[in-house]
């Protein structure tokens, strides 16, 4: 069975069951691993395509909202910065004019910085996220029209 096939395999069951925490300890002869997860469902219902969208319904925080255009979504579970050090102009904001390859916003993960780059020229139409906000895989961060 493949790694990814056992982890659906393990999520299905835990939902089933109603777990969301996980404790995981091996023993090796260096001394002890042990691992503490957290399973939560994900609060953003995630348009399934980066391409461009008529219309879709995305719900953001707790308010569910249209979000029409291109959408740029997190490839990582992070956390988002949307400049590129503390005090220093955004990337971009609602209203600039991006170009394909432009850095609009840097995702950390594992004290690594990932730039996010848009993939498509056009205006912001609207930054889903706010600096420093925790985000999940897939979800929507910025809108291009």
């Known amino acids: 069975m493949s790694f990814r096939a056992t982890v659906e395999s ?6 089933d069951m109603g777990i969301t925490e996980l404790e995981l300890e091996r023993q090796f002869l ?5 691992k503490h997860i957290h399973l939560s469902k994900q609060q953003v219902a995630a348009v399934t395509t980066t391409s461009a969208v008529p219309c879709a319904d995305v719900k953001c925080a707790t308010t569910p909202e249209k979000i ?3 959408v740029l979504k997190s490839p ?34 594992m004290k690594t910085f990932n730039p996010i780059k848009s993939d498509k020229d056009g205006v912001v139409k609207k930054v889903l996220v706010s600096d420093g906000q925790a985000v999940e895989f897939e979800q929507p961060l910025i809108v291009i029209e």
């Open 30 to 34: 260096f001394g002890v691993y042990r």
């Open 10 to 15: 393990m999520s299905k069951i835990m939902d």
């Open 76 to 109: 990582m579970v992070g956390v988002v910065y949307l400049a590129p050090e503390p005090g220093a102009d955004v990337f971009v904001k609602v209203g600039d004019t991006v170009k394909v390859g432009d850095t609009v916003a840097l995702v950390e993960a």
């Open 68 to 70: 029409c255009g291109h």
